[in-house]
């Protein structure tokens, strides 16, 4: 026989008793021998697959059986048994939105307007209801956001915030859709106000006309329910990552490039975050952005689509989210992969001993800029002006007969487009096995897109000992921009 | 078990708001000593959880011990806990659901952008399926002998 304390919550079973005796070889047994004398008790100790329920401690002679043999733990007579409660609750996060918050009526219009949704069981009324309670967050009204916003506002979710500062180009309207050709120059939050507003008058649109930073972010955040990251850049992503971790808050995650995509749902409470998978950023400019590389303009569709999806599913509380599961989306091969995630113990903001707790510099971290101790007065173009050649420099010198070598490091269906009379091209992957080609005396000048592939080009060649690489600031484009607008820009 | 009382001096009434203010955004959390369905003093703990702290709250069984000490030593029990939702309602969350221990009474303080504002209180169904919202009683003085004798 042993002792068992028990503590005041659960005393209204054991006939007020505060100790109780009990018979038992291991811990195991003596809590079933009280549970069989006290089965009020069973509910309250025990889930409904058997196990000790996570808020109930038990200790035998002041020791944790968890550092002990858990439940087989032996028992001998006179030893006392303590059952000690750990009190936990908060606030709720998006998993338990729906029960929390007062589940709206729906109209008339709303019932004829959902009607497919509610003859599925897996929505139904109660479903459509939970959808117009909820409040998503798009972070990003771009290529993404577009489907995103467009599919959640039709779907009836209740409050759909964007947060977007851009306005609308030519360029974007290949892939996002929330915007037109008459808009193109209008804000995009502009035109994605009236088109939401349009496809679905029900949904309030909450916009936010800010790029998301550390400072705002908490803020922006906290009255969502879940968050969709539609953002093209790593800081963004990981800024997106930390601050969803932080609140507790589902990250729908999506990205693509070229014919490829990625997605997954991060930073919910059981699975792993996006530093889980990646810890740390890639060096800047390794990963090419969809303004360098390009995007294939259906594929935002289709990830975005998954994201929406993805988003309805954490709101509906149905089927498998992709918690723990990374999606590789191959359009070119149509093929879908799928790689296991785990969380990481270790991992700096969702671990157990998290070392980030509050958001951090994302620029800095992700190297974009330097550490503000390093910083001198110098702007976010990182290479000393000294490496680098404007375009209308440039135009100067050739005028002037200088013997520069101009070497464009783009692809050759980029090179189709547009070019710089004189240039030569040597795609950037080319570079290494083709700098012997290149007199390591003459002076240089490299030229991509924008800038930032040839700058990596002529970090490349210095590094090989050529003295004389300039990097031609802006690239093509800020080319025609100051020197030659005749040229087709891309 | 419905409509049920748990009657808070003003002291504690301040208390609690005073500490969802202190630690906001962050969640409080402390004991409710009393008896009888009285609060007459609250006893505040840190909150240890690991899963951030601005959505959840976690008293340690060491802190729980600490807070059964302190109740008796002050005459009376614990007759609950209370903590507060950053920036959310008043309203008890699956998760104090999913974590709550029967017979307790849970007071849960909404703190808006740092003022603290809603008071509610809460009880576990028997079969653990929901809660069921008691009714706060703010009573000037405490009455019973046991809870003068906690009443600081």
Known sequence: MAKILIPTPLRPYTDKQDAVEASGATIGELLADLTRQHSGLKAHLYNEQGKLRSFVNVYINDEDIR???????PVHAGDTVSIIPS??????TAEDVSRVRAEPELTGDEYKRYSRHLIMPEVGLDGQKKLKASKVL???????GSPVAMYLAAAGVGTLGIVDFDTVDFSNLQRQILHGTPDVGRPKLASAKDRLNALNPNVHVETYETALTSENALKLFEPYDVIVDGTDNFPTRYLVNDACVLLGKPNAYGSIFRFEG????FATKEGPCYRCLYPEPPPPGLVPSCAEGGVLGVLPGLLGVIQATEAIKLILGVGEPLIGRFLIVDALRMKFRELKLRKDPDCPVCGTHPTVTT?????????????ADQASATSHQPPATNMEITPTELKQRLDRGDKLQIIDVREPHEYQINRIPGSTLIPLGDIPKRANELDPDAELVMQCKSGVRSGKAADFLRSQGFKHVLNLKGGILAWIDQVDPTQPKY | MTDRRLTISREVDAAIRAHGQQTYPHECCGALVGR???????VPLPNTTEEGPRRRFLVRPSDYREAEQQATRLGGELVGFYHSHPDHPARPSQYDLDHAWPTFAYIIVAVAEGAAKEMTVWFL???RSSFDEGTLHHGENTDSHSASAVHR
């Open chain 1, 87 to 92: 009190v936990a609750g908060g606030a709720p």
């Open chain 1, 262 to 265: 990625q997605a997954s749902v």
């Open chain 1, 359 to 371: 958001l951090i510099d994302y620029e800095q971290f992700c190297g974009v800029k330097p550490a």
């Open chain 1, 67 to 73: 550092y002990l043999q858990k439940e087989n733990t």
């Open chain 1, 138 to 144: 798009c972070i990003g009204a771009g290529g993404l």
């Open chain 2, 125 to 127: 169904q028997e079969d």
């Open chain 2, 36 to 42: 009888d369905g009285r609060v007459a003093a609250t």
